[in-house]
């Protein structure tokens, strides 16, 4: 059973930064793409970035272009999210997920593994 954590949610104000780690206990993570998911209060899940299995390629969100950069440590099965410049629209519930196959996916079938989830908060 693959088994993912997050952690580095928290609150913050508008401007300020955090960042979001997610451990794998999966012994394929470094031939697995990873992605990152949110969740705000009433609305559905949306895509925030991914990148392949070997850290080559990355995909974002138009809303967090710039602001968010994803990286990964495959020596630690660990996958990173720096968030700067944050908004109060960032406000969410974050997702770290495995995907299907070691491509980057930006849809939310392509993911078979979720983590629980960390809360971020950005006041204005």
């Known amino acids: 059973q693959v088994q993912l954590v997050e952690s580095g949610g928290g609150l913050v104000q508008a401007g300020g930064s955090l960042r979001l780690s997610c451990a794998a206990s999966?012994?394929?993570?470094?031939?697995?793409?990873m992605g990152w998911i949110r969740q705000a209060p009433g609305k559905e899940r949306e895509f925030v970035a991914a990148?392949?299995?070997?850290?080559?390629?990355?995909e974002y969100a138009d809303s967090v272009k710039d602001r968010f950069t994803i990286s990964r440590d495959n020596a630690k099965n660990t996958v990173y999210l720096q968030m700067n410049s944050l908004k109060p629209e960032d406000t969410a519930v974050y997702y770290c997920?495995?995907?299907?196959?070691?491509?980057?996916?930006?849809?939310?079938?392509?993911?078979?593994?979720w983590g629980q989830g960390t809360q971020v908060t950005v006041s204005s």
């Open positions: 990148m392949d299995w070997s850290g080559f390629t990355t």
């Open positions: 999966d012994g394929t993570f470094s031939r697995r793409a």
């Open positions: 997920a495995r995907a299907r196959g070691s491509r980057e996916q930006v849809i939310m079938d392509g993911y078979d593994y």
